[in-house]
């Protein structure tokens, strides 16, 4: 069995490796960050007819940061609290795999949210100073995810909080750094991708269940158990599609956005993933086709959107 690797002196992390950074982003975590700015950013040109290409890639990038930065506080916390160790399954492990510091962790993921402070500044002074208290509060529960006295993601709420401040948060900023409003109709259509992106958290959760039941968090997975977790998941895929189909059912947005059917099939893979395995290993796949259902469920959307305003 492999052993622990000693942090401190490690020779095993070779710094030239890019893979290992890379990993440490977790990128199938990305699109919750990617997927929202585009959508509310193509509703305010089909609302309103309206698009700044420098707000566009300034806001994309900042919800980058603050995406891999809350990924970084949770490498960093997770290990201090004992829930990583070289035999953990998952797609971080920089410090007990890879044998990074975790000073060099937490420094990292600060320098990104100073980045995005930086960042955040300039799209207050060409949208509103308002923005300035929202993303300060977004940045403050990205750090408390994991980090603080008592995480959210030690809590039944990971979810919920993942859900409405990098699913519904991000749209509805985005769309209103090029409108300067926001309407009911960008709240309803930013609701299935809150869904998926909380989504995103629970199959990571699930994945998780026993590792996080030993170190006592107390997860909507670890509530569940492993058969409801999975139905509740299989219930949110279904509530984001009928969602959509209401919207058009309405009237409230074009039919186009039906597109969304054609990421159904990842999200029956996911199911069937978590379904037909239980050891962490084997359900990655899960994980990342869930991931993938919230990525071609948002640009399929973002999609049927900007084709309703062209045609």
């Known amino acids: 069995m492999e052993t622990q690797i000693e942090i401190e002196s490690s020779p095993v992390y070779n710094k030239k490796d890019w893979?290992?950074?890379?990993?440490?982003?977790?990128p199938h975590t990305l699109t919750a960050a990617f997927v929202p700015v585009t959508l509310g950013?193509?509703?305010?040109?089909?609302?309103?007819s309206k698009f700044d290409l420098s707000l566009f890639i300034t806001m994309l990038i900042a919800s980058i940061l603050i995406q891999i930065a809350t990924n970084l506080f949770n490498e960093y916390y997770d290990y201090k609290r004992g829930l990583d160790n070289a035999e953990s399954v998952g797609i971080g492990g920089g410090i007990v795999r890879d044998g990074l510091k975790p000073k060099t962790i937490m420094q990292l993921a600060l320098g990104l949210y100073g980045i995005s402070l930086l960042i955040g500044i300039y799209i207050c002074m060409n949208s509103s100073w308002w923005l300035a208290a929202i993303g300060l509060v977004c940045?403050?529960?990205?750090?408390?995810?994991?980090?603080?006295?008592?995480?959210?993601?030690?809590?039944?709420?990971?979810?919920?909080?993942?859900?409405l401040l990098m699913g519904m948060g991000i749209v509805l900023i985005s769309f209103f750094i090029q409108t300067g409003t926001v309407t009911m109709e960008s709240?309803?259509?930013?609701?299935?991708?809150?869904?998926?992106?909380?989504?995103?958290?629970?199959?990571?959760?699930?994945?998780?269940?026993?590792g996080d039941k030993k170190g006592g968090r107390k997860t909507l997975a670890v509530l569940f158990g492993k058969k409801n977790a999975v139905i509740f998941l299989a219930s949110m895929f279904t509530l984001s599609y009928i969602w959509v189909f209401a919207l058009i059912s309405?009237?409230?947005?074009?039919?186009?956005?039906a597109l969304v059917v054609l990421s159904l099939p990842k999200a029956i893979s996911a199911i069937k993933g978590f379904v037909n395995n239980s050891?962490?290993?084997?359900?990655?796949p899960a994980m990342k086709a869930t991931s993938q259902t919230n990525t071609f469920f948002g640009l399929l959307l973002s999609?049927?959107?900007?084709?309703g305003y062209f045609i």
């Open 139 to 163: 940045m403050l529960m990205g750090y408390l995810y994991t980090g603080g006295p008592l995480p959210i993601s030690y809590t039944p709420f990971g979810e919920l909080a993942s859900g």
């Open 303 to 307: 999609f049927g959107i900007f084709l």
């Open 279 to 284: 050891v962490p290993l084997q359900m990655m």
């Open 187 to 210: 709240v309803l259509i930013s609701t299935p991708i809150m869904i998926l992106v909380g989504s995103i958290n629970l199959s990571n959760n699930i994945r998780d269940l026993e």
């Open 19 to 26: 893979k290992v950074w890379w990993r440490l982003t977790r």
């Open 250 to 257: 309405f009237g409230i947005i074009s039919p186009w956005i």
């Open 41 to 48: 950013t193509v509703l305010s040109m089909s609302t309103y």
